[in-house]
Structures are given as C-alpha cells and as structure tokens.
C-alpha cells in the first residue's frame, strides 16, 4: 500500500494504514504489540468522560469517509442521552460502490484497529450494542472480523463489564444479501432489522431515531478505524495533515486507465496532478486521459484539466464540479467509450434502484433504456432531449440519493462530451471504437415493432454485468468468492439474528 505526504510541508506517515503492511496483523497479539487496544484500556481503566471523546474527535476535525464528508464528532453529539432508549452503534462496512473498494483492506488485514474504534465510537454515544454491517460477498473481510471479535472477547475488550469499568459492550457482525441500496445507512437499519433494505424519509435522522427507533449512529469503516489513532494521538496531530475544512487523510481507491491502481492514503489537500502523475503512474500504457470519476460512480465526472488542477479535499474537488464521495477513482484513457460507459453505469444503478419512489424507479429505466436504444442503433427521436429530461425529473426528486447517482456521472459526461453521444445517436456506432457493442444482443424483429415495445426482448441487467468489467475494474486482485445462500444461513444461524437478540433481551 502507498501512502503519500504533503512535500515540504507534511511529514510521510501513514494514519489509517499504518498497520496495515505488518504480517498478521489480523491476530490481537500483534495488534497489541503495535499499541492495539491501549486506548480502549485506557478510556475503560480511566473511566473517562464520553463528552471528552466526542471532543476530542470534534476537535481533530474527522469527517465521515462514506461518502457525505459529516462530522464525525459532530454527528456522535446529536445522540440525545437524556432518551431512555438504548443507544446503537452500526458501522457501515457494505461498500458497494462501483470504483469504491478501500473498506475492505481494513476489514481483511487490520480488524481489529476497526474494532477498537467501534468499541470507542460505541462508548462515546453510550452504545452498548455495534452492529458491523457487511456487504455479503465480503466473504474474506467477515472471516477476519469475526475471528477478531472472537479473539478481542476473550482478551476481555468486548462484554459485560469491560475491564472492571462497569461498561458492557457488545459488536455483532450482520452480512448483507448484496444490494448496494443497503449502504445508505436508513436502508441499512431497515435491512439490520429484518425489513426491505428500503431508505427512510429523514428526518428524523437515526442520531435521533434509528434502529429500532432508537438513538443510532452508523459510521463508515475508515471513519471508525481513524479513531483510534485520533485518540491516541490527539486532535492537534491529526490536523497537521490536510486543509482548514478536510483534516487528516483520505483513503482513495484507484481503478481504471492507470498505470498503478490499489488503495492509497493522502492526506487531504494534496494536489491531484502530483498524485496522479508521481503516485499512480498516469495513463495507462502512455495513453491520453479522457476523463475521471473521482469519488465512486455516483459522483459527477470531471475532463482531465478540472481533474488534475484541483486539490484532493472535499471543498477543492466541488470547486472544480465534482465530489470526492468516497474516494473511489475511476479513470477513463482515450480508448474509453463514454457513451457504452454511461450505459454500464445506468445498468448497475436501474438494477440497485429500491423501487420505492417513482423519479428514481421510472427515471432509472428511462435513462437506461435511451442508452439502450441509442447503443443498438435505434434511438428514439430526440434520445438526448429526453435523458436530459428524465435528469431533471429524478435530479432532487427521490427519497434518498441513489436517483442523483445515477444522473451526476452521466450528466456531466454528457454535457462535457458531447460529440460522443451526438455521434453514437446519428451514427449508430461508437465514435471510438467505431463499433457498436450491443449489435449482437439487440435484433429487433422490426424496427415499428420495437418502437412501440413490442415483439422486441431487451437484453437483461445479467447480460451487461460482465461488461462492467471493462470500465470498472479492479486490477489489483481477482473477484471475491460468490455470496452463496449456504454460507449466508451460516452466518445467520436461527436465533442469531438482530432481530432475536433484540427479543431475548
Ligand atoms: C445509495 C447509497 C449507498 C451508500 N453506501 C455506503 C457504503 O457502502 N458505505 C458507507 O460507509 N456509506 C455509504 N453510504 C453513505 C451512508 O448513508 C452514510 O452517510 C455513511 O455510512 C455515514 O458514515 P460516515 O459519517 O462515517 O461517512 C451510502 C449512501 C447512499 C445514498
Ligand atoms: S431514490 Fe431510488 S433507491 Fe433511493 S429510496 Fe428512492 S427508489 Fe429507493
């Protein structure tokens, strides 16, 4: 893994990551050899004030890395302790965002440094109980978080009175089915307690009525790992790094047209050109950028020159038109077609829609099926005039913010390269590779026919996953293990779940 500093004026060290290179690091002994769970010791021993945590981590400036940047102290202060109801902790390990795969280093090689600040981030809202709620084909990130939580049980970090403090904490694991809808975190608690995995209108934000309707917080992985380090270190050390508004370092995803893609820590602020060209190696094989997705898929896209001027921290990125998201990078080189990119994209998210509100449910389909008939060389008239439409429709319009996700990346593509699409809708092909790619799966009988809808099969979300491949890919290792029902009835064995605990007690 890399980590990069500041230049002249930032030291090289390694925040969230620092760990993460040490063998075995997954087993408490080395953890704790490296300084794991003295923090934990010591607000357990010391019985230190909630109120001071949440301070401290106030003061360090975090903000949530899932994607919407909170602050993470800020959000752990809205929990009302006066509310007789117990309090939840739930951290948020479903990482299921095209380009987004950083979680999941922490989750297989450093579990327990994830424990140790759930364990505090619990501790500081007045949580007994954590959830780690994992995407389900992390097969590999739930063995080792497991056998983590087994083993920091049994050291006696997790349970009925911690240490002597008079503190019981437990943290159970929950692994998700695999819809990307479960990462936002009201479908998450939805999902957690046994219903859809559907979001919830806010407010009441789950601060305030969450699980259960109860006071809960749900915080991303890397969020909840920096903790430790921040507690450890103070709020002072932590802000040594990045800019007044974005402090410390982000974890950033990289995948696409580059020459070293992989996970890499930098600290907020440091300048994308220097990144890209020093860090990943620029284009792959020596070719031209077109463009990037900087913050995850669901993030508008950027044309090389906004992309390498802008600094990497939450503000510098929205200057220059896009977000940071949750730090996955998408690059596209020159042979990139972004008219079929657009098409995958709007494939994964008509596909991931929960269906509950009509701009996101209907908007989805309509955006993928104008791609679809612009791809197969039979686009509606005005196909153009109609997406944008169909943007406008869902823009703002929905529940949660999936529906924006699907028309940030492709607005913006289509707004900033238009000829590709112009072409593709005139020509019937690709304006790069000069092909079309649905010329196999698309024959309608007649073309009337298929205009109305009729005797014409599209082809199904199955038959373009594979293709998602080409544009979203993670060059570093191979695909996880399939999610099988068997393996899911183990890790939810009867008795087992949420909702039977919640009973029991
Ligand atoms: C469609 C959708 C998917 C999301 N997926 C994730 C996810 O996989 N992991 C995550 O941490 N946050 C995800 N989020 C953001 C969460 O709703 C929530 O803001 C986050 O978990 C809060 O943690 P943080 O404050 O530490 O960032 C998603 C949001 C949306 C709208
Ligand atoms: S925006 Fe889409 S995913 Fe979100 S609640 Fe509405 S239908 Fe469901």
Redesign the pocket.
Known sequence: MNVVGMGEQMALEKIVFKNLDIPEMTELKTYEEHGGYKQWKKVMQDKVDRTELIDTVKASGLRGRGGAGFPTGLKWSFVPQDNPKPKYLLCNADESEPGTFKDREILEKTPHQLIEGVLLGAYAIGANTAYIYLRGEFVKGWKMVEHALAQAREAGYIGKNVMGSGFDVEVWTHRGAGAY?CG?ET?MINSLEGLRG??RLKPPFPAVEGFYRSPTIVNNVETLATVPKIIENGPEWYTQWGTEKSRGTKLWSVCGHVERPGVYEVPLGYPMKKFFEEELGGCWKGRKLKGVIPGGSSVPFMLPDEFLDCDMDYENIAAHGSMLGSGGMIVFDETACLMEAATVLATFYAH??????????EG?GWVLRQLKDIESGQPQPMAKEILFDVFDQIFGN???????SIVMPIKAMMEKVPEEFEYYIREGKSMVTGKTRLAHLAKPDKPENYRRGEAFKYPRAEDFTTDFDKVVHNVERGPEPMFTKLQHEESTEKGDSPYAREQKK
């Open positions: 809808i936002e479908a559907e979001p991931e829609s929960c269906g509950q509100c009509t701009p996101c449910r989805c929905t529940i949660c913010p999936l529906g924006d």
